[in-house]
């Protein structure tokens, strides 16, 4: 399990922060809650870990596909697949049970973040700790730019938000500090913020795919650096309630 968590990419650096906190909880069985948790590509092997996790998503189909992967990895019995709205969180998770929040790529779809980071805040238990990643903005600058659409890039640059407008498919894109400030604002300490992806994104596939250890290292080695932390195409932040 460790083996394919640290030779992605995409997910290496969380699993390396979210590695750190389940061996400070060692012997623990943890209670962790992955808001549009999708088809379980964390819920599932944090259930193999041995955690009880509980997925809230808006989509049956993801559901459904966690239900089948949890199954097929024999963690059903510690896997909950709930379909819910997490703009409407409060009601669906009992407050202050919660050892791990996992809210990754969501806050930049939600109707209102704020209320969605209060909702995450109310179901950990104090001294639990919350999971969030979402698109950093300047990398999709870049992205935009990179791929010739300059008009986009500029109109990027220059949203509050972070978005090209109404065709844009995030309603919101993040630096380090508005993240850093959503998730303090609704009563969280963030203890690390890490660049996901600051590379991957950016290498022709013949590079990524051919040397997929090197590029990990190379992602490890410049995740939490500035000011490749902030070129990311995703910020990982690792926040904790205060016990
Ligand atoms: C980009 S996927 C991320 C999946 C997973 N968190 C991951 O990082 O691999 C976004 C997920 O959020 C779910 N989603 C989108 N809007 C949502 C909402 N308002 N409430 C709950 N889930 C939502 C989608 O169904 C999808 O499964």
């Known amino acids: 399990m460790e083996q394919i968590r640290t030779l992605t990419p995409r997910t290496a650096v969380i699993w390396s922060v979210l ?33 009880r996790v509980t997925v809230v998503d808006a989509s049956p189909d993801a559901l459904a596909a966690l239900t089948r992967r949890a199954a097929e990895a024999g ?13 409407a969180l409060t009601g669906l998770v009992e407050p ?7 809210c990754h790529s969501v806050l930049e779809v ?14 950990l238990r104090p001294d639990g700790a919350a999971s969030v990643l979402v698109a950093g903005r300047a990398a999709a600058v870049f992205g935009r730019a990179m791929n010739g659409q300059l008009d986009a890039a ?18 919101r894109r993040y630096d380090a500090a508005d993240a850093s400030a959503l998730l303090t604002a609704a009563g969280l300490v963030v203890e690390e913020i890490h660049g996901v ?3 991957a994104d950016l290498l022709p596939a013949a590079v990524a795919d051919g040397q ?21 195409a995703q910020l990982h932040l690792f926040a904790r309630r205060p016990a």
């Open 154 to 171: 500029a109109a990027l640059a220059a949203d509050p938000h972070g978005t090209t407008g109404g065709r844009d498919t995030l309603r």
């Open 19 to 51: 590695r750190a906190e389940l061996d400070r909880r060692a012997g623990e069985r943890l209670s962790v809650l992955d808001v549009g948790g999708g088809t379980g590509g964390f819920a599932v092997p944090l259930a193999e870990a041995g955690h």
């Open 75 to 87: 963690v059903a019995d510690r896997v909950r697949a709930t379909q819910g709205d997490a703009d």
């Open 212 to 232: 997929q250890a090197a590029l990990v290292e190379l992602e490890r080695a410049l995740a939490a650096r500035s000011p490749y932390r902030d070129l990311a």
């Open 197 to 199: 992806r600051v590379l």
């Open 96 to 102: 202050a049970t919660v050892d791990l929040v996992l």
């Open 110 to 123: 939600v109707d209102d973040p704020e209320p969605v980071m209060s909702a995450l805040v109310t179901a």
